[in-house]
């Protein structure tokens, strides 16, 4: 049994975020919100989000934070997805081959005790 480490933000089987699309202003959101977050309207709906995208800026976590009990290292940083949407996530921890753009897809992770969340990987370097 997985346990999203938080309901509403991702589906497991696939992978995938859960957003919001504007019918006002056309932007996407990420999470999901009972209003825009660009223009504060309340015409949204929801969608599935890509799952994929390109590298736009990482860091490494190499001190667990408060609570935490899964494995450090890991990455966290920033994943351009194709609908113009920026997204803070998690990453799988960073190596010599991250750079700016790279391609990188959307997989489950296990935290530990069943507890699961996402990240993105290097689309050559899927592991799951
Ligand atoms: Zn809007």
Redesign the pocket.
């Known amino acids: 049994m997985h346990t999203p480490v938080h309901e509403g933000l991702f589906t497991l089987d696939p992978p995938a975020l859960l957003g919001a699309l504007?019918g006002?202003?056309?932007?996407h959101s990420f999470p999901r919100l009972a209003h825009?977050p660009?223009?504060?309207?309340e015409n949204?709906d929801p969608v599935t989000l890509s799952d994929h995208g390109t590298l736009w800026g990482w860091t490494e976590v190499t001190t667990a934070p408060p609570g935490y009990e899964g494995v450090v290292p890991f990455g966290f940083g920033v994943v351009e997805l194709p609908e113009g949407l920026r997204i803070v996530t998690r990453l799988t921890s960073p190596t010599a081959t991250y750079e700016y753009g790279l391609a990188m897809r959307l997989q489950i992770v296990d935290l530990g005790d069943g507890v699961v969340t996402w990240e993105f990987t290097p689309e050559t370097g899927r592991g799951v």
Request: charged share 10%.
């Open positions: 504007c006002e202003c056309g932007h825009c660009y223009c504060g309207c949204v």
